[in-house]
């Protein structure tokens, strides 16, 4: 069955730095998505990507955060100062439509230091 | 605007036991509803979905009907395994359909 695949899985990083967290969505799945979840906390929204651009963010999403598909397969999302409070569980999705649920990756665990 | 709102857990069963994980949307629109279930250590995996009113969702034994006029979609199964423990969170999409929204997620743990 096909999968999103996230790298890295964790990710040390120090208060400051930048992070550039991957995911591979599913090759026909035209819509994006990235998701975090704090430890023991709710799954959140960040943003929805599609044909290109973003089509829907959250307020959490604000200057800080910033996502991209370079090549046709690959989706980023880039945190360019990360603060403590960054520290979370990062998902990416991918889905093939509107109406269809999303296939999520395994995460990306990210602790800012 | 769009919320979801889940019965709080943990809820722990005895296996063989029924299980019902309360789940109401807000009635903006006719979102299509979902379930996903996290296993420890894991991401979020689709259970089931239903995209209209009276809609059936069904999957490994578990069901949920998308109920407009309770604007619910309460999860059931009737016989739990211990495999079955694990977090499970409903969602519903926005009128959009490009952002899904989570309850808080309910921890399910079942005995043997």
């Known amino acids: 069955e096909p999968e999103v695949t996230q790298t890295p899985s964790h990710q040390v990083t120090q208060m400051g730095q930048e992070v550039i967290l991957r995911c591979v969505p599913i090759?026909?799945?035209?819509?994006f998505y990235w998701y975090r979840q704090i430890l023991g906390q709710k799954v959140e929204f960040l943003v929805s990507?599609?044909?290109?651009?973003?089509?829907?963010k959250s307020e959490i999403f604000d200057d800080q955060f910033s996502v991209e598909r370079p090549d046709g397969s690959n989706f980023t999302l880039k945190i360019r100062s990360t603060k403590l409070e960054d520290s979370a569980m990062y998902f990416c999705a991918s889905s093939r439509g509107t109406v269809y649920g999303y296939t999520f990756g395994s995460g990306t665990r990210l602790t800012v230091v | 605007g769009n919320s979801v709102t889940q019965m709080e857990g943990p809820v722990t069963l005895s296996e063989e036991a029924f299980l019902t994980i309360n789940c109401t949307y807000t009635?903006?629109?006719?979102?299509?509803l979902f379930w996903y279930v996290q296993y420890p250590g894991e991401g979020l995996q689709l259970l089931l979905k239903?995209?209209?009113?009276?809609d059936k969702g069904s999957n490994k034994g578990f069901e949920a009907t998308y109920r407009k006029e309770t604007t619910s979609f309460h999860l059931e199964k009737g016989s739990v395994q211990v495999s079955d423990s694990a977090v499970y969170f409903c969602a519903r999409h926005n009128n959009a359909g490009n952002m899904l929204t989570f309850g808080g997620g309910t921890r399910l743990m079942v005995k043997p």
């Open positions: 990507f599609y044909n290109n651009e973003i089509s829907e």
């Open positions: 090759s026909n799945h035209l819509y």
């Open positions: 009635a903006t629109g006719y979102p299509s």
């Open positions: 239903a995209t209209k009113a009276d």
